[in-house]
């Protein structure tokens, strides 16, 4: 199957601080990619959904200005944390949908980054 | 909102059959079922996903109740690596393109 590939799978930042995780889609072409929050014992959050070319679309809640997204290849999404908090560490999961197929298809994850802020 | 409700915790018997239930009442007609789980400090893994008719691979087999109000998701043989929690999901055009992922059922498997 389609592999999606999620880096760095662990980081530990200084409060105040950015962090970017990556989010690639090795052997397909993405033209949407999501990225979830998900924390201890809880479902997965949706946080935004990013298209190739464009400005993502955030869910109600999520900070935009705090979390950029940038989908600038059909292939790459990346997430900026940026001047990170305690309270942002999580486990930050991305999803890609292959190009020009519809609702009968699958998403493909990435491994999740886990983010912890000191 | 998730469309799906699912029980919060099942367990099975090693290389014993599981029958995850899910319902979905309010089931479009163009919306598809999908099913995917999640393994401990892992991003969700594809299972299986059907509209109308019952589907097998080889993961597992998808039984789709005929009016579409329910699904179970069947693993033949459980082991103990399918110890994960699963999430059944609707794809509907109202969400565009995402996966709204509910609670889930956490799938316990005892040697």
């Known amino acids: 199957g389609a592999v999606v590939s999620q880096h760095p799978s662990r980081v530990i930042c200084k409060s105040g601080t950015s962090v970017k995780i990556e989010c690639r889609s090795l052997?397909?072409?993405?033209?949407?990619m999501f990225w979830y929050r998900q924390f201890p014992k809880q479902s997965l959050m949706l946080m935004a959904t990013?298209?190739?070319?464009?400005?993502?679309?955030?869910e109600q809640g999520v900070e935009k200005d705090k979390f950029l997204i940038n989908h600038a290849s059909l292939t790459l999404s990346t997430l900026t944390v940026t001047s990170a908090h305690p309270e942002d560490s999580s486990f930050y999961i991305c999803?890609?949908?292959?190009?020009?197929?519809?609702?009968?298809?699958?998403?493909?994850f990435g491994q999740g980054t886990r983010l912890t802020v000191v | 909102d998730a469309k799906t409700t699912q029980p919060n915790s099942m367990e099975s018997n090693e290389e014993e059959p599981v029958h995850l239930p899910c319902n979905h009442s309010?089931?479009?007609?163009?919306?598809?079922i999908h099913w995917y789980r999640q393994l401990p400090s892992q991003g969700p893994e594809y299972v299986i996903h059907?509209?109308?008719s019952n589907v097998n691979n080889r993961m597992a087999s998808l039984a789709i109740a005929e009016d579409r109000k329910s699904s179970t998701l069947i693993l033949h043989r459980a082991t103990l690596r399918d110890a994960a929690v699963y999430y059944c999901?609707?794809?509907?055009?109202?969400?565009?393109?995402?996966?709204?992922f509910g609670p889930g059922t956490r799938l316990s498997v005892l040697p």
């Open positions: 999803s890609a949908i292959q190009l020009g197929q519809g609702m009968n298809t699958e998403a493909f």
């Open positions: 052997d397909f072409q993405a033209t949407t």
């Open positions: 990013s298209n190739e070319g464009s400005k993502a679309t955030y």
């Open positions: 309010t089931i479009s007609g163009t919306d598809y």
């Open positions: 059907g509209l109308t």
């Open positions: 999901i609707l794809r509907d055009d109202n969400y565009g393109q995402n996966f709204v």
